[in-house]
């Protein structure tokens, strides 16, 4: 069984307009749906990586956490849980995407925020 009817994380990924605009722009190109895959923090930085449906491989320890306009957004479920299961805000920025990740347009890359929930404790 997936990970993320196990855990219960679809639905924790928001994009902002700028990023349905580029993934709009992306699945018009491609053909297909895209794919996002949010990086370690490693060799390219915390930046989510896009790639064409299916042509990341994905590992086992890798959940799925949101689909955003068709496009599955995954994040290594140890990463996820050291985070504290956070929700993401997909958005885009100017600059160069990292690794071999699509752009989000000319001059443009996907990143994620975090996006702060309150807990009320009494």
Do not use: W
């Not at 689909?67 to 600059?95: I, K, M, S, W």
């Amino acid at each position: 069984m997936p990970a993320t009817v196990e855990y219960g994380t679809v639905g924790r990924v928001t994009p902002t307009r700028a990023a349905r605009k580029a993934i709009a722009a992306l699945r018009a190109a491609h053909g297909s749906p895209v794919m996002f895959v949010q990086s370690g923090g490693c060799c390219d930085g915390s930046d989510p990586m896009c790639f064409p449906g299916g042509e990341f491989a994905l590992g086992d320890g890798d959940m799925l956490v949101g689909v955003v306009d068709g496009c599955t957004f995954h994040v290594n479920a140890d990463q996820y849980e050291a985070h504290g299961r956070p929700f993401y805000v997909l958005d885009v920025e100017p600059g160069t995407p990292g690794g071999f990740s699509l752009a989000a347009g000319e001059g443009l890359h996907f990143v994620t925020r975090v996006k702060v929930t309150r807990f009320r404790t009494t």
